[in-house]
């Protein structure tokens, strides 16, 4: 095939870290052609809009402090939206709602905690930005807990907050080192909830991808990774047969995904990444509301049970007029199996507790019992975010990966926007730009 027609990069995946790499290798002058098999970009960063709601799929925030918000940078992206506020929280305890305590004043206040356990949280909070995550990364969340505190109350109320950082529910499991520097992070520097939801960043990084270049394709389905002997990428292949020569191919699908799309060593290698990878699912319940039954109500954190409730309208412009939208969830522990009618009872329940009424005032409601919130949980066995596999794949010259399951930095949306950097820049390293070469 002639130069003409050749490609650098191929892209497999619309997501966010799919869009992130390829706009930022098309920025820099190699020609990229991005595949989705879906009919839409934005895998679980698309938005829904019902009748003027926006939703999300299930809750979603963008650290103010992380590798996405400094990515969107590079690529001259500014979100738009808002952070929320303490005011008009909650912390449920034993089915009974306090005081969130959000500062000193509130956690002197609240009746979540006695006397000895608030004088503890107190000193713990005061010092938790100084703690230094290294020595936990290889232990779990719940012998972080044990070490740094020694009331339950204040062990149950700093899990909790671990819960709302990381969305994950699996004490016995989850690296502490990493659960901590997550803490921090929402700590430093808060969130954003996203004004139109996070479509708007598919959107920005659709069109920044275009801006540079890059061909996207959505509804086509790449089959496979053509490699040579030595494992270097030659080429992909299209669902149709179409067999498409390039330098280098990112696989930002899930793990699962990346393993089927390849044959032989890195079959092997990625299928066992794939194996060894535990998701984290979270069930969601995620309501559009002509109006809020006690307005002042707007955020809720399960403290003895992995629960959270948040009216995102309060924060960001979701909705039409007066309407609220609001996303419940209940973070699953990976280590039970789920029941679905079970946790839907749960979530309907905690909404009564924050908002009694609410059911006079559906507009729509969505259901989401396993929802997926990252494919990768970052575990204490594997030392916390250092475990984690890629963005290069061993033996597979030009192949690469990215997603909220890949590399050493962040969680989340957040994995999936510095995973998708780190592909793209090695990319850049080694792939030369067809113009160079000719």
Not at 20 to 29: Q, S
Not at 68 to 78: F, S, Y
Not at 346 to 360: A, I, M, N, S
Request: charged share 20%; glycine share 12%.
């Amino acid at each position: 095939m002639s130069s003409e027609h050749r490609i650098d990069v191929v892209v497999i995946g619309g997501g966010i870290a799919g869009l992130t790499a390829a706009a930022l290798i098309g920025h820099r002058g190699r020609r990229v052609r991005l595949f989705e098999k879906a009919g839409e970009l934005g895998g679980r960063a698309a938005t829904q809009v019902k009748d003027g709601f926006s939703f999300n799929v299930g809750p979603h925030a963008l650290y103010r402090d992380a590798a996405g918000i400094r990515v969107l940078a590079e690529l001259g992206i500014t979100p738009r939206g808002a952070t929320p506020r303490p005011s008009g929280g909650h912390a449920v305890a034993r089915g009974v709602k306090h005081a969130f305590p959000a500062g000193f004043l509130s956690l002197l206040s609240t009746g979540l905690l006695t006397l000895p356990a608030k004088l503890e949280a107190a000193r713990l909070l005061a010092r938790l930005q100084s703690i230094d995550p290294a020595p936990w990364q290889s232990r779990t969340v719940a012998e972080m807990l044990a070490g740094l505190a020694k009331h339950d109350d204040v062990r149950h109320l700093l899990g909790a907050l671990i819960r709302v950082s990381t969305y994950g529910n699996a004490p016995d499991r989850m690296s502490g080192g990493a659960a901590l520097e997550q803490v921090q992070r929402a700590l430093a520097g808060n969130v954003l909830y996203l004004d139109d939801g996070w479509q708007q960043l598919v959107s920005a990084l659709r069109d920044a991808a275009i801006a540079a270049g890059v061909a996207i394709e959505s509804g086509v389905r790449v089959d496979a990774i053509e490699q040579d002997a030595a494992g270097a990428v030659q080429a992909v292949r299209l669902a149709d047969g179409t067999r498409l020569p390039c330098a280098a191919a990112i696989l930002a699908v899930a793990p699962d995904e990346a393993a089927n799309a390849t044959t032989g060593h890195t079959h092997e290698l990625l299928e066992r990444w794939a194996r060894e990878l535990t998701p984290l699912r979270a069930a969601c319940l995620d309501l559009a509301l002509d109006g809020l039954p006690v307005p002042h109500s707007t955020f809720g954190l399960g403290v003895d049970a992995p629960l959270y409730f948040s009216v995102h309208s309060a924060v960001a412009r979701l909705t039409p007029g007066h309407g609220a939208l609001v996303h419940v969830a209940k973070y699953l522990d990976p280590s039970e199996t789920p029941d679905t009618a079970r946790d839907l009872a749960e979530l309907e329940r905690f909404t009564d507790l924050l908002q009694p009424g609410w059911r006079e005032h559906v507009v729509h409601r969505r259901f989401l019992p396993h929802m997926t919130v990252t494919h990768g949980l970052v575990t204490a066995r594997g030392g916390g975010l250092a475990g984690r596999p890629g963005p290069a794949v061993d033996g597979a010259a030009g192949l690469y990966v990215a997603g909220d399951w890949v590399g050493h930095d962040g969680m989340l949306a957040d994995a999936s926007f510095a995973s998708a950097r780190g592909a793209a820049e090695l990319c850049l390293r080694d792939v030369a730009p067809l113009s160079a070469a000719a």
